[in-house]
């Protein structure tokens, strides 16, 4: 019998960028026994800040030694069932997002976490973890209300851009941050109410001047002085999530000497709090669900990168170009 091969991206070494630390392998597939499947990936998200942080070992709550497997979500198709699977069928259209799972051909994992879908779309996988992460931020860590001032740094990104479109479908005044006219040009289309190209305008000049009162829930994923800005332009009770620092990914960890945050948050009786998905593991089922129904109902866009990224080969240009900011919308790699 001619045993099938596959290939997946493995971290071979902890490295400062992504490239030099990671390689492809090859393996025989495996098949599926009692309750697992085979899933043929087709899409995989691409989560180049999460990715360079791993590869460093700068991930304190996994800590893995390598070498070890990469990439997180997939969307594909059920090639195989092991002899106890029920629920399944081959042919099925699922998502995962177990850590490791991603930046390969083919995995076998436990059909208990497998999430049926109604396509092989990487709009359908966009939504998870990426948008879940967006919805699950915004109302458990941000208490998002009504009537409120949003701030979304980031705002045409994977994230941020449905970060965007659930704070205005929860019906408030909505600001995106972003560095491009074709950004720009997606956040208009997506009902951002005031847009900052920070390559044209000065964001804190802008929050100073058309915000006095302060911004009320920031859902920050850049970090540094976009950071110190936001902290600096929260309203009376405001909340900052930190969703990330991407703009420390890529390079070494400044040095910052300056004014400890508790003076600028005392007096507003303001907070920051950080977000991490794994922490929230409670709230997915419901927000996967929420989502996929805004989006059959037309009522939430998903926008993907236009660049094509094809096959295994191409993941590690995949997250230098995540890293390099130039996207718009979330960057997956087609298999
Ligand atoms: N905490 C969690 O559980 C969780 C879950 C998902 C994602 N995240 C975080 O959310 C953030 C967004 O992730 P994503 O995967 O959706 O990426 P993304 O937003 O699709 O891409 C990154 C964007 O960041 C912006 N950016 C600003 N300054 C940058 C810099 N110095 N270098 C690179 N990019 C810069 C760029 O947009 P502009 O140039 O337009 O600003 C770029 O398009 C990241 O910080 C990520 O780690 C966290």
């Known amino acids: 019998m001619n045993t099938k091969i596959y290939r997946k991206l493995i971290a071979k070494k902890l490295s400062q960028d992504f490239k030099s630390s990671v390689e492809i392998v090859e393996l025989a597939i495996s098949e599926p ?33 390598p070498p ?30 177990a850590r490791g799972g991603g930046y390969r051909e083919y995995q076998v994992i436990d059909a208990n976490l497998a999430v049926k879908v109604r396509e092989v779309t990487p709009e359908v996988l966009t939504l998870m973890p990426t948008g879940v992460s967006a919805l699950v931020a915004l109302e458990q860590v941000g208490e998002m209300k009504s009537d409120e001032v949003v701030l979304v740094t980031a705002a045409a990104g994977g994230t941020g851009h449905i970060a ?16 491009s006219e074709a950004k720009a040009k997606l956040l208009r289309q997506l009902g951002c109410d005031r847009i900052i190209n920070y390559h044209k ?7 100073k001047q058309e915000y006095p009162n ?6 920050e994923c850049v970090g540094k002085q976009v950071f110190d800005t936001c902290v600096g332009n929260l309203a009376i009770r405001g909340r900052l999530v930190t969703i990330g620092y991407i703009s420390e990914y890529a390079v070494n960890v400044e040095q910052v000497l300056q004014a400890r945050i508790y003076h600028q948050l005392m007096w507003k009786a303001a907070s920051v709090r950080g977000f991490l998905m794994p922490h929230y593991k409670e709230y997915i089922p419901e927000a996967r669900d929420r989502l996929l129904n805004l989006f059959y109902t037309d009522k939430l866009k998903v926008a993907i990168d236009s660049t094509q990224f094809n096959g295994i080969e191409s993941i ?14 979330k960057v997956v790699v087609r298999f």
Do not use: W
């Open 68 to 97: 070890f497997d990469l990439g997180v979500e997939a969307v594909g198709e059920v090639v195989a069932l092991g002899e106890n699977v029920t629920d399944f069928q081959m042919g099925d259209a699922v998502v995962t997002t």
């Open 201 to 207: 305008e000065n964001l804190n000049q802008i929050l």
């Open 164 to 179: 965007v479109q659930l704070a205005k479908l929860a019906g408030n005044h909505v600001i995106g941050t972003c560095s």
């Open 214 to 219: 302060g911004i009320n829930l920031i859902f």
């Open 316 to 329: 590690p240009a995949a997250v230098e170009y995540l890293l390099t900011g130039k996207n718009c919308g």
């Open 33 to 65: 026994t009692g309750n697992e499947l085979l899933i043929q990936n087709k899409f995989v998200g691409v989560n180049g800040g999460f990715d360079t942080l791993l590869c460093r070992g700068d991930v304190p709550y996994v800590n893995l030694i």
